[in-house]
């Protein structure tokens, strides 16, 4: 990967695209760090507290912007949901499906579609936004003041509203910019940055006195938690590569056909299916799903002890419940997720037009089930190995809470989160853009630089 990036910068088209792509990094970074106007939010921030709850799954997909009511507060989330919705819709609406068939321009309509979408999540975020900030006291001016009244309350929810809607569309066309003029693959390279930009301020929080890792930095059993824990995280990483790059590939044969004086087809040839077909989203939507009942716990008023309170305990990650509808919900996801990207009876149309079939199949219907019977199967064994890493961390926390606390008699426990979701960002996204990166050299014919 290394390698990669240094062989790109010896390239000046490249290197251009590279300083190009490091400046948009730059600006999103700046922009994550500048307040919104009549915004004023206590120290540590929105999530604090909020652990499991859509609060602070916001703050993980915005690099803490979220967090701390910056310009770029929503950072690429409306868009995420907006491209989502828009997959979702081309199975539903025929002329949007028909669009999807239609190349480039069709495209270039659904993408400009999306980002109307875009816009309208992101009003619909902001407002929502604004009420919470206003609701927990985070405005500089609140309603107990003397000279707060109603017309300056409608400007300053204007002002902050509008301002957050438009952050949203600077930076959607922020991540156009690094798909026209940087490397590409820019709205992913956005999300790497702000979860990559996390990183200090965790390490910082774990150890820090007061903190449960801090407590532990006391004990000797730490001396043997804290290379345990790296090593896994190296083995993760390992384990998600493989895991990305592992496909199934169904062979097809194309009979020989004479144009003119020439013969062609009468190839071999195979169509890779991903394991991991469906990336990170299954996680994504299990996640944001499971989070929604402590995010509603923090609105509400739920009295201890109470049945209510026992229902949302059910939904914290330390329940075993909890890992349990987060394993089927990812099945789930997967197999839904998989529908809308491969249909078995287009491929089968696509095999047969072009003068191809599958070895002992014959081009009809036949062909149809044996590609959906594939990914059926691909599809369980991505979404089993999927769940590995999400569950995981879920795991490593219950079991190495239980040794210290039970076993060794510690006041607390280790309630580490390794990450699952943030890991596969990361790992896919840099895959991703080594693999452009590799193309585009590729591209240019330059001798020996991928030797």
Request: overall charge positive; glycine content about 8%.
């Amino acid at each position: 990967m290394l390698r990669t990036f240094v062989n790109a910068w010896k390239v000046p088209d490249l290197r251009k695209k590279l300083i190009f792509t490091a400046f948009i990094i730059l600006v999103f970074r700046i922009g994550s760090a500048i307040p919104v106007p009549f915004v004023d939010i206590i120290e540590g921030g929105l999530a604090t507290g909020t652990e499991g709850t859509f609060m602070e799954y916001l703050s993980l997909m915005t690099g803490s912007a979220f967090n701390y009511g910056t310009i770029f507060a929503l950072s690429i989330t409306p868009y995420i949901n907006a491209s989502i919705i828009m997959q979702l819709l081309a199975v539903a609406i025929p002329a949007l499906e028909r669009l999807q068939k239609e190349g480039e321009e069709g495209r270039k309509k659904i993408a400009a579609i999306t980002r109307y979408v875009t816009v309208a999540l992101g009003l619909l975020q902001s407002t929502a936004y604004y009420m919470y900030l206003r609701n927990q006291g985070f405005l500089s001016t609140n309603a107990n003041d003397a000279a707060f009244t109603d017309g300056w309350e409608f400007f300053q929810a204007a002002i902050i509203v509008l301002k957050f809607t438009a952050d949203t569309a600077l930076i959607m066309w922020l991540g156009e910019q690094i798909n026209d003029k940087g490397i590409g693959n820019g709205i992913s390279i956005i999300l790497f940055a702000g979860i990559i930009s996390r990183i200090p301020t965790l390490i910082a929080q774990l150890y820090s006195p007061n903190t449960q890792v801090g407590y532990l930095m006391r004990h000797e059993v730490f001396y043997f938690l804290s290379p345990l824990v790296g090593i896994i995280l190296i083995l993760m990483i390992a384990y998600i590569v493989w895991m990305d790059n592992a496909e199934r590939r169904i062979p097809v044969q194309y009979a020989k056909r004479v144009v003119g004086r020439k013969m062609y087809g009468g190839q071999n040839t195979h169509i890779p299916i991903k394991v991991n077909m469906s990336g990170v989203m299954p996680i994504i939507f299990a996640s944001s799903i499971l989070s929604l009942p402590p995010t509603i716990e923090m609105f509400a008023n739920v009295t201890e002890g109470s049945r209510l309170e026992r229902f949302f305990n059910i939904f914290t990650s330390d329940h075993w419940a909890y890992a349990i509808m987060y394993f089927f919900m990812i099945i789930g996801f997967a197999y839904f997720y998989s529908s809308i990207q491969y249909n078995p009876i287009d491929m089968a149309n696509n095999i047969r037009k072009n003068g191809g079939a599958i070895p002992g199949l014959r081009p009809d219907r036949t062909t149809s089930d044996y590609i959906a019977r594939i990914l059926s199967r691909i599809t369980l064994l991505g979404a089993l190995t999927l769940s590995v890493v999400a569950l995981f961390p879920i795991l490593f926390s219950q079991i190495t809470t239980l040794i210290l606390t039970k076993g060794l008699g510690l006041a607390e426990g280790m309630n580490i989160s390794l990450g699952g979701t943030s890991i596969i960002i990361l790992v896919g996204v840099a895959l991703e853009t080594v693999k452009q990166l590799e193309s585009q050299m590729m591209m240019r014919h330059y001798k020996g630089f991928l030797d």
